[in-house]
Each structure stands twice: as C-alpha cells, then as structure tokens.
C-alpha cells in the first residue's frame, strides 16, 4: 500500500541562493515551517519588489533501506513562481507556475540508510514567459513553498492514476420539482472508471495474477481479474464499468456524495488503493444558459484568493 510522509517541518530558508547550496549545507540560514512565505510584509505600504527575490530552501531527510526497491516520488503541491530541485547536488527538475503541483521520481537517486540533502532554489521574479505574468494583473504574487511538501513510497506495481467517470443513464429534469422531492429523487447511475497502470504489469496478468476491485458506498461492486489492457504511450490503461443501483441525484440543495474505493490486488493482496467521492448529476450549457438536473440555473462569478493579510500566500 502506498505510505504518504510529509516533510513540512524543519526547513531552512536563506533568502539568498548560492550555487554551493546545492551540494552543501547552508551556513547561515533560517528555520522554518512549511508553507511559508519569502518575504513577511508589513501593515502599512510596501514596495512589491521586497518578495521578488532568488531564495533557497533546504532540508536533509533519511531514506530507510525499506524503502529500495520501492517507486519514491517526492511531491510539491506549490512553490511561487519557478523552482529548481536538487537532490544530493543533483538537478532532478525544473518547474514553472506557482500555482501547479509537480511530482519527481527520486527512487534511483536517494542513498538509502544514509541522510539525503534537498535543495530547492526558489524564484519569485515576476517573469513575462509566465502565468499569471505578461500583461496586467491586479492582485500581489507572493512567492515560497506555500503548500505541503512529501513523500509517497509505492509498489512498483501500482495505479498511476485513475479516472471515475460518473453519469446517469435516464434525462432528468427537476425543473418543477421541490428541494425536498430533488432531495429524494433517485435515478439509475453508471459509474466508468479508467485505471492506468505501469508495463510492468502486463507480465503478471498472463497468469492471472493480477486483480481489480471495487466499492460503492461499501457495498462490492466489481471484482475481475486484470485483462484486456489497452497500451497508452509508456503504460496502460484498463477500462471497467458498474451500473450501481438507483442512486440519488447530487444538486445544490442535496449535493449527495458517495464514496468509491478501487484497489489493485496481487495474489490477492492489496497493493495499491485509490480512494475519491463522486457525484450523479447532468451538467450541461445550452444556448439559453446553463442547465443542472435539466432545471436552469443562474451561475454567479466568484474570485478567491489564497493570499493572507500581511503574511502572503
């Protein structure tokens, strides 16, 4: 089963990069939390060229020998606006948008048994090859590591990702219905999922090793064995469908959730689990507007930002 470790804690900040950090400990440097920001601001009127800077992040983390032979990804969920990371002085990637998470594979570069350095070179210039930068924006653009930071170890053989796909198999419409007869409805739903697996998998499903299950609410919904893979660049992707009993609509004033749990079995044991909440509804835009369970619906604008008064994102 895949092991999520978060590695938020006991950074240190220097809001100066050196080309010698990549390799090095930092000298001087300060300790600090995940998120964080570059630059603290102050009440009153600032300049906002004070958080537009070149920093450094850097933390040392010990890779367990249980860890070998295990597929490692290390994961930023956001850093503003692009960064470089390194991992024992090595470049392992390069990334732009401080809005986007990224992902690394750093299985074939950690030292198991021994403590691994993490270099992360930070810039928060604003630059005109990227979002939101090129023309006009009217709002700050603080820069940092202001979302989490971890680890995920994984079985070699495992989901890479997977996709529900709910939908309804009858035209609803609620248009003439009350919240309290909309809350009540029940309706047949068919659930597709897209499971994309590693080529690594394609030599154990020859013997029927491999095996795919899934919940509803709970309640088992698919239980079959891995076939009938279809290949998708450098890995594959397995396709099933469940038709689950008549299901209540989500709306806005019932927006019903069910929970669906797909695992991944080897030998029948489970080696890989994926886990989300989904929801029934029609949802489409026509000429005449926007239109959810068939019953038009107004749809106002909202703009929220994630930046906190004077600290940053």
Not at 17 to 38: A, C, K, W, Y
Not at 144 to 169: A, C, H, K, N, W
Not at 172 to 184: H, L, V
Request: proline share 4%; glycine share 6%; charged share 25%.
């Amino acid at each position: 089963m895949a092991q999520r470790i978060y590695l938020d804690r006991k950074w240190r900040f220097n809001s100066e990069f050196d080309e010698r950090m990549i390799d090095e400990p930092m000298v001087s440097s300060e300790l600090i939390n995940i998120p964080h920001t570059v630059k603290e601001i102050p009440i009153s009127y600032f300049d906002e060229s004070i958080y537009q800077m070149v920093s450094a992040y850097q933390k040392s983390i010990f890779a367990p020998m249980q860890w070998d032979g295990k597929v490692v990804l290390l994961t930023f969920e956001a850093v503003g606006h692009s960064c470089d990371v390194y991992i024992n002085g090595r470049h392992v990637k390069h990334h732009e948008c401080g809005y986007t998470a990224f992902s690394v594979d750093v299985s074939k570069l950690l030292k198991y048994g021994e403590e691994n350095l993490i270099t992360v070179r930070v810039d928060s210039r604003e630059t005109l090859d990227q979002p939101p930068f090129g023309y006009v924006i009217d709002y700050m653009t603080y820069g940092g590591i202001y979302r989490d930071v971890y680890f995920e170890i994984m079985e070699q053989t495992r989901f890479l990702d997977v996709f529900l796909q709910p939908s309804l198999l009858e035209r609803i419409s609620t248009n003439k219905r009350t919240p309290k007869q909309i809350k009540m409805m029940k309706v047949q739903g068919i659930l597709k999922t897209e499971c994309h697996l590693p080529k690594s998998v394609m030599d154990l499903t020859a013997g029927e090793h491999v095996s795919i299950r899934q919940y509803f609410d709970e309640e088992l919904a698919i239980s079959q064995p891995v076939g009938d893979l279809e290949p998708y660049e450098d890995e594959y992707i397995l396709n099933i469908t469940s038709a689950p009993t008549k299901v209540k609509i989500w709306d806005i004033e019932s927006p019903h959730l069910y929970n669906v749990r797909t695992q991944l079995l080897i030998d029948d044991e489970v080696v890989d689990e994926h886990e989300a909440n989904i929801g029934f509804r029609s949802s489409e835009f026509r000429k005449t507007g926007y239109y959810l369970n068939g019953r038009k619906v107004k749809l106002r604008g909202l703009n929220r930002h994630q930046s906190y008064p004077y600290v940053g994102y």
